[in-house]
């Protein structure tokens, strides 16, 4: 680990500690270190960007309340992702319970195939991740956008180490496949 690293880590365990002791400020500053990369995880899991934004709040709201019964501040990170992944899991199976949410969003993302904006390499991984099924979306964006271990990355899908790494392996795989298709289509 690099100087500036654990210079955050620590920097993070402290605002956590502060926040902890209802701290309004240390707080706010945690909300600003992971608001933008917890609208984007949430945003690849559930899709719509108003419903992504609605579970932010709540996903915040949920932090707060139950902040003071985090018992190790070093896992901040890990813990703040499961419960916005234990919220997005309870929108998606909502969602497919009142439509074929995913069916719907395979349709819409059929008929940007050729919006010329998708051969820019961050946009086709954007588009593939969007192709993948959620679990695999998941994965990926904590591990390469958020640069969680394995092993915390089962902690917040709440699998075995197993399961968490076959179903990145699968999920690389995937994403794989995806980009290949396109550059030969």
């Not at 709201?61 to 899991?89: C, K, M, N």
Request: with cysteine; hydrophobic share 45%.
């Amino acid at each position: 680990m690099n100087p500036q690293d654990e210079v955050n880590r620590l920097r993070e365990c402290l605002l956590v500690m502060q926040a902890q002791q209802k701290d309004v400020s240390a707080f706010s500053e945690l909300v600003a270190m992971y608001e933008r990369r917890l609208l984007y995880y949430l945003h690849r899991i559930v899709g719509e960007s108003q419903a992504a934004l609605d579970l932010l709040q709540d996903v915040w709201l949920t932090v707060y309340q139950r902040l003071s019964g985090l018992h190790s501040p070093e896992t901040f990170r890990v813990w703040l992702y499961r419960i916005a992944h234990d919220r997005a899991v309870t929108i998606v199976r909502r969602q497919r319970r009142e439509h074929d949410v995913l069916v719907q969003l395979a349709e819409e993302q059929e008929e940007t195939w050729d919006e010329p904006c998708i051969y820019e390499a961050a946009e086709l991984v954007h588009w593939a991740l969007g192709q993948l099924s959620v679990p695999h979306r998941e994965v990926l964006t904590l591990r390469f956008l958020e640069d969680l271990s394995v092993e915390q990355i089962a902690v917040v899908i709440g699998s075995p180490l197993a399961t968490a790494r076959s179903r990145l392996f699968h999920a690389k795989r995937a994403m794989r496949a995806l980009i290949e298709e396109f550059k030969h289509a």
